[in-house]
T-cell receptor, first 111, second 114 residues
Framework: GENVEQHPSTLSVQEGDSAVIKCTYS??????FPWYKQELGKRPQLIID?????GEKKDQRIAVTLNKTAKHFSLHITETQPEDSAVYFC??????????FGAGTQVVVTP | EADIYQTPRYLVIGTGKKITLECSQT?????MYWYQQDPGMELHLIHY???????EKGDLSSESTVSRIRTEHFPLTLESARPSHTSQYLC?????????????FGPGTRLTVL
Protein backbone atom coordinates (compact mmCIF):
# COMPACT_ATOMS: atom_id res chain seq x y z
CA GLY A 1 0.00 0.00 0.00
CA GLU A 2 0.85 3.67 -0.12
CA ASN A 3 3.40 5.01 2.36
CA VAL A 4 3.95 8.74 2.79
CA GLU A 5 6.97 10.11 4.62
CA GLN A 6 7.17 13.75 5.67
CA HIS A 7 10.15 15.84 6.78
CA PRO A 8 11.02 17.66 8.90
CA SER A 9 8.83 16.89 11.89
CA THR A 10 9.41 20.38 13.29
CA LEU A 11 10.46 23.57 11.54
CA SER A 12 11.26 26.89 13.16
CA VAL A 13 11.61 29.93 10.89
CA GLN A 14 12.02 33.64 11.36
CA GLU A 15 9.14 35.79 10.23
CA GLY A 16 9.67 36.77 6.60
CA ASP A 17 11.81 33.73 5.77
CA SER A 18 10.71 30.80 3.62
CA ALA A 19 9.64 27.36 4.85
CA VAL A 20 9.89 24.12 2.90
CA ILE A 21 8.29 20.80 3.82
CA LYS A 22 9.09 17.66 1.83
CA CYS A 23 7.13 14.45 1.36
CA THR A 24 7.83 11.21 -0.48
CA TYR A 25 5.33 8.56 -1.52
CA SER A 26 5.68 4.94 -2.57
CA UNK A 27 2.74 4.19 -4.90
CA UNK A 28 3.51 5.28 -8.47
CA UNK A 29 -0.26 5.19 -9.19
CA UNK A 30 -0.93 8.04 -6.77
CA UNK A 31 -2.40 10.96 -8.69
CA UNK A 32 -3.58 13.51 -6.14
CA PHE A 33 -1.52 15.29 -3.48
CA PRO A 34 -3.26 17.69 -1.07
CA TRP A 35 -1.71 19.69 1.75
CA TYR A 36 -3.61 20.45 4.95
CA LYS A 37 -2.96 23.03 7.65
CA GLN A 38 -4.16 22.34 11.18
CA GLU A 39 -4.08 25.10 13.73
CA LEU A 40 -4.18 24.26 17.43
CA GLY A 41 -7.60 22.93 18.40
CA LYS A 42 -8.96 23.27 14.87
CA ARG A 43 -9.85 20.90 12.05
CA PRO A 44 -7.39 20.22 9.18
CA GLN A 45 -8.02 22.68 6.35
CA LEU A 46 -7.02 22.14 2.73
CA ILE A 47 -4.58 24.87 1.69
CA ILE A 48 -3.37 23.68 -1.70
CA ASP A 49 -3.39 20.54 -3.80
CA UNK A 50 -1.82 19.25 -6.99
CA UNK A 51 -2.66 16.54 -9.45
CA UNK A 52 -0.14 14.24 -11.09
CA UNK A 53 -0.38 15.92 -14.49
CA UNK A 54 0.94 19.20 -13.09
CA GLY A 55 4.47 19.90 -11.87
CA GLU A 56 3.88 23.06 -9.88
CA LYS A 57 1.01 25.08 -8.48
CA LYS A 58 1.04 28.41 -6.70
CA ASP A 59 -1.48 30.31 -4.61
CA GLN A 60 -0.19 33.63 -3.27
CA ARG A 61 2.57 32.79 -0.75
CA ILE A 62 2.06 29.04 -0.99
CA ALA A 63 3.37 26.75 -3.72
CA VAL A 64 3.56 23.01 -4.22
CA THR A 65 5.93 21.14 -6.52
CA LEU A 66 5.66 17.54 -7.66
CA ASN A 67 8.35 15.27 -9.06
CA LYS A 68 6.62 12.11 -10.25
CA THR A 69 9.83 10.42 -11.30
CA ALA A 70 11.37 10.76 -7.87
CA LYS A 71 7.97 10.37 -6.16
CA HIS A 72 8.31 13.41 -3.98
CA PHE A 73 6.41 16.65 -3.52
CA SER A 74 7.09 19.74 -1.49
CA LEU A 75 5.25 22.66 0.09
CA HIS A 76 6.86 26.08 -0.08
CA ILE A 77 5.72 29.00 2.06
CA THR A 78 7.33 32.36 1.30
CA GLU A 79 7.40 35.49 3.46
CA THR A 80 6.21 33.54 6.49
CA GLN A 81 3.97 35.24 9.02
CA PRO A 82 3.05 34.30 12.62
CA GLU A 83 -0.36 33.07 11.41
CA ASP A 84 1.45 30.43 9.34
CA SER A 85 2.33 28.66 12.61
CA ALA A 86 0.48 25.32 12.58
CA VAL A 87 0.90 21.63 11.84
CA TYR A 88 1.03 20.87 8.11
CA PHE A 89 0.14 17.46 6.66
CA CYS A 90 0.89 16.17 3.19
CA UNK A 91 -1.15 13.33 1.71
CA UNK A 92 -1.29 11.12 -1.36
CA UNK A 93 -4.05 8.94 -2.75
CA UNK A 94 -3.62 5.17 -2.63
CA UNK A 95 -4.85 2.75 -5.28
CA UNK A 96 -8.34 2.79 -3.69
CA UNK A 97 -8.56 6.57 -3.77
CA UNK A 98 -8.11 6.91 -0.02
CA UNK A 99 -5.69 9.48 1.34
CA UNK A 100 -2.52 8.40 3.12
CA PHE A 101 -1.24 11.19 5.33
CA GLY A 102 2.29 12.07 6.34
CA ALA A 103 3.12 12.34 10.03
CA GLY A 104 2.91 16.13 10.02
CA THR A 105 5.30 19.07 10.37
CA GLN A 106 5.01 21.53 13.26
CA VAL A 107 5.88 24.95 11.85
CA VAL A 108 6.72 27.73 14.28
CA VAL A 109 7.17 31.25 12.91
CA THR A 110 8.99 33.51 15.35
CA PRO A 111 8.68 37.31 15.11
CA GLU B 1 -24.01 26.59 4.41
CA ALA B 2 -22.57 23.23 3.33
CA ASP B 3 -20.47 21.81 6.12
CA ILE B 4 -19.61 18.76 8.22
CA TYR B 5 -20.97 18.64 11.74
CA GLN B 6 -19.82 16.56 14.68
CA THR B 7 -21.44 16.14 18.08
CA PRO B 8 -20.56 16.21 20.83
CA ARG B 9 -17.47 18.39 20.51
CA TYR B 10 -16.16 17.26 23.90
CA LEU B 11 -17.05 14.13 25.87
CA VAL B 12 -15.74 12.83 29.19
CA ILE B 13 -17.06 9.43 30.20
CA GLY B 14 -16.24 6.53 32.47
CA THR B 15 -14.77 3.18 31.47
CA GLY B 16 -17.26 0.66 30.14
CA LYS B 17 -19.81 3.14 28.84
CA LYS B 18 -21.29 2.85 25.37
CA ILE B 19 -20.97 5.99 23.28
CA THR B 20 -21.91 7.16 19.81
CA LEU B 21 -20.12 9.99 18.07
CA GLU B 22 -22.31 11.72 15.54
CA CYS B 23 -21.21 12.99 12.13
CA SER B 24 -23.44 14.56 9.53
CA GLN B 25 -22.67 16.47 6.36
CA THR B 26 -24.63 18.78 4.13
CA UNK B 27 -21.97 18.69 1.40
CA UNK B 28 -23.87 16.16 -0.70
CA UNK B 29 -20.84 13.85 -0.60
CA UNK B 30 -20.99 10.07 -1.02
CA UNK B 31 -17.70 9.17 0.67
CA MET B 32 -17.24 9.59 4.43
CA TYR B 33 -14.37 8.79 6.75
CA TRP B 34 -13.44 8.56 10.43
CA TYR B 35 -9.93 9.41 11.61
CA GLN B 36 -8.36 9.12 15.04
CA GLN B 37 -5.80 11.77 15.93
CA ASP B 38 -3.90 12.61 19.07
CA PRO B 39 -3.42 16.41 19.24
CA GLY B 40 -1.08 17.62 16.51
CA MET B 41 -0.12 14.09 15.60
CA GLU B 42 -0.65 11.82 12.60
CA LEU B 43 -4.15 11.16 11.25
CA HIS B 44 -5.12 7.47 11.35
CA LEU B 45 -8.00 6.23 9.20
CA ILE B 46 -10.22 3.90 11.23
CA HIS B 47 -13.36 3.60 9.07
CA TYR B 48 -14.65 4.72 5.70
CA UNK B 49 -17.76 4.43 3.58
CA UNK B 50 -18.31 4.89 -0.14
CA UNK B 51 -22.06 5.21 0.18
CA UNK B 52 -25.21 3.98 1.89
CA UNK B 53 -24.81 0.46 3.35
CA UNK B 54 -21.09 0.50 2.55
CA UNK B 55 -18.58 0.47 5.42
CA GLU B 56 -14.95 -0.63 5.54
CA LYS B 57 -12.26 -0.75 8.21
CA GLY B 58 -9.36 1.60 7.81
CA ASP B 59 -5.65 1.17 8.25
CA LEU B 60 -5.68 1.51 12.05
CA SER B 61 -7.36 -1.29 13.96
CA SER B 62 -10.20 0.08 16.03
CA GLU B 63 -12.72 -1.44 18.42
CA SER B 64 -15.34 1.00 17.17
CA THR B 65 -18.08 0.28 14.66
CA VAL B 66 -19.85 2.49 12.12
CA SER B 67 -23.05 2.49 10.13
CA ARG B 68 -24.21 4.28 6.99
CA ILE B 69 -27.97 4.17 6.68
CA ARG B 70 -28.34 7.66 5.25
CA THR B 71 -25.98 9.42 2.88
CA GLU B 72 -25.51 12.41 5.15
CA HIS B 73 -25.04 10.52 8.42
CA PHE B 74 -22.05 8.39 9.54
CA PRO B 75 -22.10 7.67 13.29
CA LEU B 76 -19.27 5.91 15.14
CA THR B 77 -20.01 3.70 18.16
CA LEU B 78 -17.83 2.38 20.96
CA GLU B 79 -19.62 -0.42 22.81
CA SER B 80 -17.39 -0.27 25.86
CA ALA B 81 -15.10 2.72 26.18
CA ARG B 82 -11.62 2.34 27.69
CA PRO B 83 -8.92 4.88 28.60
CA SER B 84 -6.97 3.78 25.49
CA HIS B 85 -9.81 5.26 23.40
CA THR B 86 -8.98 8.74 24.67
CA SER B 87 -8.22 10.76 21.54
CA GLN B 88 -9.70 13.17 19.02
CA TYR B 89 -12.02 11.71 16.39
CA LEU B 90 -12.34 13.55 13.08
CA CYS B 91 -15.03 12.90 10.51
CA UNK B 92 -14.45 13.80 6.85
CA UNK B 93 -16.27 13.56 3.54
CA UNK B 94 -15.39 13.76 -0.14
CA UNK B 95 -17.13 13.73 -3.49
CA UNK B 96 -16.00 10.90 -5.78
CA UNK B 97 -17.62 12.69 -8.70
CA UNK B 98 -14.81 15.23 -8.68
CA UNK B 99 -11.43 14.41 -10.18
CA UNK B 100 -9.55 15.33 -7.04
CA UNK B 101 -11.70 13.61 -4.39
CA UNK B 102 -10.74 16.29 -1.88
CA UNK B 103 -11.54 15.47 1.74
CA UNK B 104 -13.15 18.06 4.02
CA PHE B 105 -13.03 17.64 7.78
CA GLY B 106 -15.49 18.21 10.58
CA PRO B 107 -14.48 20.04 13.78
CA GLY B 108 -13.78 16.82 15.68
CA THR B 109 -14.89 15.21 18.93
CA ARG B 110 -12.39 15.21 21.74
CA LEU B 111 -13.04 12.06 23.81
CA THR B 112 -11.66 11.43 27.29
CA VAL B 113 -12.29 8.07 28.96
CA LEU B 114 -11.58 7.99 32.67
Amino acid sequence: GENVEQHPSTLSVQEGDSAVIKCTYSDSASNYFPWYKQELGKRPQLIIDIRSNVGEKKDQRIAVTLNKTAKHFSLHITETQPEDSAVYFCAATDSWGKLQFGAGTQVVVTP
Amino acid sequence: EADIYQTPRYLVIGTGKKITLECSQTMGHDKMYWYQQDPGMELHLIHYSYGVNSTEKGDLSSESTVSRIRTEHFPLTLESARPSHTSQYLCASSDPGLLTDTQYFGPGTRLTVL
